[in-house]
T-cell receptor
Framework: GDSVTQTEGQVALSEEDFLTIHCNYSASGYPALFWYVQYPGEGPQFLFRASRDKEKGSSRGFEATYDKGTTSFHLRKASVQESDSAVYYC?????????????FGKGTSLVVHP | GALVYQYPRRTICKSGTSMRMECQAVGFQATSVAWYRQSPQKTFELIALSTVNSAIKYEQNFTQEKFPISHPNLSFSSMTVLNAYLEDRGLYLCGARTVNERLFFGHGTKLSVL
C-alpha cells in the first residue's frame, strides 16, 4: 500500500537556521504530494502541493520539489522563525480509477528557539 | 478562499453515549470528504472517504455501524460516533477535497469520553 516516511520525529533549531524535513514516499504512478502544518489546538493547514516530477511547491518561505527518482518531497526553509514552531506533515494522494485516498506521514515536530 | 468549518470544536460525552460532528465547506464545492482521527501521538487514522452520490468507503477497523456518515451535498458532511468509549477519544478531522485536488481541513472536533 501507499506510505509516507518522515525521517525526523523532532527537529530543534535556532532562529535564522536552515530547515530541512525529509519526506519519502512509496506509491505507484504519480501521486500528488502535499505539505501541511499543524499548530496546537488547530487542524492541519494546507501549505502547498506538487503533482509532477521536478515541480516545486512553495508557500510562506517553505518549499519542496517533487523528485520521482528519489521518491522524495523534502521540506526546506532558508531561515526559520520562532513562529514556525509546529508539527509538519507530508502527505500523498493517489487518485486512480475513482479511488481517492490521502495518506499522511507521522509528522515532524519543529521547535525554533529565539 | 477555501475554508472548512467543523463543529463542535470540543465535546465531552459519557461512556456509551453518542455524539455528532459536522463539517461545512465554505467558498468551494467539496467533491469528497475524508474523516480522520488523530491520536494523542499525532498520527492520522483515516476513518472513511465520502463522495457525494457514491458509497462511503470505510477503512479497516472502522465501520458504518460505529461511525455513520452523512454527505447530502457538496458543502456539508456529518459523522456520528456511536456508543463512544475511551478508545474513541481523539481529535476528529474532516478534510474537504476541492475540484483542483487540494485537501483542506477544519479545526477538528476534540472528543473526550468520561
Amino acid at each position: 500500500g501507499d506510505s509516507v516516511t518522515q525521517t525526523e520525529g523532532q527537529v530543534a533549531l535556532s532562529e535564522e537556521d536552515f530547515l530541512t524535513i525529509h519526506c519519502n514516499y512509496s506509491a505507484s504512478g504519480y501521486p500528488a504530494l502535499f505539505w501541511y502544518v499543524q499548530y496546537p489546538g488547530e487542524g492541519p493547514q494546507f501549505l502547498f502541493r506538487a503533482s509532477r516530477d521536478k515541480e516545486k511547491g512553495s508557500s510562506r518561505g517553505f518549499e519542496a520539489t517533487y523528485d520521482k527518482g528519489t521518491t522524495s518531497f523534502h521540506l526546506r526553509k532558508a531561515s526559520v522563525q520562532e513562529s514556525d514552531s509546529a508539527v509538519y506533515y507530508c502527505a500523498l494522494v493517489r487518485s486512480s480509477g475513482g479511488n481517492y485516498k490521502p495518506t499522511f506521514g507521522k509528522g515532524t515536530s519543529l521547535v525554533v528557539h529565539p | 478562499g477555501a475554508l472548512v468549518y467543523q463543529y463542535p470544536r470540543r465535546t465531552i460525552c459519557k461512556s456509551g453515549t453518542s455524539m455528532r460532528m459536522e463539517c461545512q465547506a465554505v467558498g468551494f464545492q467539496a467533491t469528497s470528504v475524508a474523516w480522520y482521527r488523530q491520536s494523542p501521538q499525532k498520527t492520522f487514522e483515516l476513518i472513511a472517504l465520502s463522495t457525494v452520490n457514491s458509497a462511503i468507503k470505510y477503512e479497516q477497523n472502522f465501520t458504518q455501524e460505529k461511525f455513520p456518515i452523512s454527505h447530502p451535498n457538496l458543502s456539508f458532511s456529518s459523522m456520528t460516533v456511536l456508543n463512544a468509549y475511551l478508545e474513541d477519544r481523539g481529535l476528529y478531522l474532516c478534510g474537504a477535497r476541492t475540484v483542483n485536488e487540494r485537501l483542506f481541513f477544519g479545526h477538528g472536533t476534540k472528543l473526550s469520553v468520561l
